[in-house]
């Protein structure tokens, strides 16, 4: 069965690159669901995933216009391609990077901005983040952030050891993130 789907898969990608939309619409469809899976192995969010899918696709696509492209199984093929793609974007250190016209606008930023309503919104925001968080992580993060406490300080303060204050804080800044 295999088989034949590697050669359905084959005649689909011939005349994909004769320039048949309904071939390539029939790859993508059986196709899509398993380099997203691949690549979330590899990745660290579903947008990546579906970027670097997305991706293969169009280099196996723009490999098949110059003759080229999967010869044997298309999955595998784009499986490799996403492996690839995302092993490339980690060298260039490229995911999660914004990319901007002018990169200095954000090197030394601006205590207030421009928009006061703005300002005041963020404000709301971040404060209604905090408040969501359990007791013991706004008061790790009030005492290091604002109150500039060591976790030695923190330690006695709260019972704990200073290593166990300093997991709490991490556990707690990554929570108020998300």
Do not use: C
């Not at 925001?125 to 009030?142: D, G, K, Q, S």
């Amino acid at each position: 069965l295999e088989a034949l789907e590697a050669s359905a898969d084959l005649e689909l990608m011939t005349l994909a690159r004769e320039g048949r939309s309904d071939a390539l619409a029939e790859l993508w469809t059986r196709h899509y669901d398993g380099a997203v899976r691949a690549a979330r192995r590899w990745t660290t969010n579903a947008y990546d995933a579906e970027d670097v899918a997305s991706e293969a696709f169009s280099r196996m696509l723009a490999a098949g216009g110059e003759g080229g492209g999967p010869t044997g199984s298309v999955g595998g093929y784009l499986a490799i391609s996403v492996r690839n793609i995302v092993v490339n974007r980690a060298k260039r250190h490229e995911s999660g990077n914004v990319r901007v016209a002018d990169p200095e606008i954000y090197a030394a930023p601006q205590s207030t901005h421009a928009n006061p309503v703005a300002d005041r919104v963020e404000l709301g925001l971040v404060r209604e983040a905090f408040n969501t968080l359990p007791m013991r992580w706004r008061v790790v993060l009030w005492r290091t952030a604002v109150d500039r406490d060591s976790n030695q300080t923190l330690s006695q303060d709260m019972g704990m050891t200073a290593n166990a204050v300093a997991a709490l804080a991490v556990r707690a800044r990554a929570g108020f993130r998300a």
